[in-house]
């Protein structure tokens, strides 16, 4: 236990993780009530609740990239205190007209757009700023635990929401929430700017074109980045498909509808809690074979032929789709020099969130015209061809094969003559010199301690 919370024996990263925490329960609070209200509003439209999630990360598409170039020139502490702040105005603003009983579909479409905004600018900073808060040894112990930490959030959060629901409606779960969203600035502004690991702020203009081609000069970082394109498009759709899941195909109520949620969560926090072990940067393999078995587990969550397996299938979804976003962000980010982590890292945010407007609505359109459950099954097969292309892709360009042996698929590399001791699943790679800047490997005389 000790070595899984590690990172937390840092006082900055401490406040950092129970302000989000915090917040984060909050902001599960908020939008699983949203949800609710979005199909109580729209007389049960899956289209309205993808137009709703579109709204929140239409701003992800468009600020990203600016963000995460505030985030290589500016003081990241303090454009966190003023991301968190704007959204804790707007989640007031937006409590206020549901609680006062004037609240109608186009208001929330504001608030959506409002919030993501606000999202916009904090996510990719806050990437970023992880590895400010703890030295180079610790970060992905750091990382996996932010992991846990949103994930502990969407398991508490929903589950929450699901019995403040039906004991006191939706305005007592908005107040409720609104007043945990201010807890990132109390905690951002307590920290101690002196023991912070600041360092590689960009010099010059810190243009957005420089890191857009930093990265086109680095297949170790265009694969996660590409193959995450397609599947956060595609395949993390679950605000939109499980709360209509459970309302349209199983006719449960608001708690049921949390429970769904609350099974994709914990199976998500086992995922970021299997990633505290990593003490180095993830290889390739690894990261394609998550993916691969998440396509196969959202597959069968759009068959499931009752309430009880879709909950049951959620479980290990949520854990092979924690385990791929975080192993494929670790890859990405311990592979990148500090002067470029703020715009590589924004750009991974904008493929991975910002697409999710264009899947959104696809999700939506889809699930009103073939049904809820056709609008999963198909992003599961999506996110699997994807995954198939980039172990192709990955294959092709390293010129390693894959062979059966001992039962197990194994990846032999194309150097050396054998490779039989190195798996798909060995959790790690070793890294090639390319003379591009990557980040080497982290020293492996820690304890062990990995999404």
Known sequence: MSAIFRSLQVPNYRLFAGGQLVKLIGVWMMFTAQDWLVLELSDNSPGALGMVTALQFVPV????????????????????????????LFAVAFAVLVTTGVVELWHVYVFALLLGV?????????????SELVELRLLPNAL????????????????L???LLAVLSTPGVFLISTALAIAPVLTYIRMRPDELHRSGRAAGPSRVIDGLRYVGKRHDLLLPIGMMAVIGMIGFNFPVTLAALAKIDFNAGPSSFGLLTTCLAIGSLGGALAGTRRRSRPGA?????????????????????????????LVPTGFFSIYLAQGANHRVQMGVDAEYRGR???LYVLVFLGTTPIGATLAGWWGERFGVPSSI???????????????????????????????????VKAVGEDASDISEMSGREPERPSGRGHAEPLPRSEPVARV
């Open 61 to 88: 598409m468009l600020l990203t990239l600016v963000s995460g170039r505030l985030a290589d020139k500016y003081d990241k502490r303090k454009l966190l205190i003023a991301a968190n702040a704007a959204f804790a």
């Open 161 to 163: 929401a699901g019995v």
């Open 377 to 411: 099954w198909v992003a599961g097969l999506v996110s699997f061809l994807a995954a198939v292309g980039a172990l192709v892709w990955q294959l092709k360009v390293s010129g390693d094969r894959l062979e059966w042996r001992d039962r197990r698929i194994r990846v």
């Open 144 to 159: 996996a635990l932010s992991a846990a930490t949103f994930n502990t959030a969407r398991i508490s959060g929903p589950a």
């Open 118 to 130: 606000a999202n916009a600018v904090e996510t990719p900073v806050r990437q970023a700023f992880v």
């Open 344 to 346: 590589v890292m924004a």
């Open 285 to 313: 393999y690894p990261v394609i074979g998550a993916a691969l078995l998440f396509g196969i587990f959202e597959f069968a969550v759009g068959f499931s032929p009752n309430f009880v397996t879709a909950a049951l299938l």
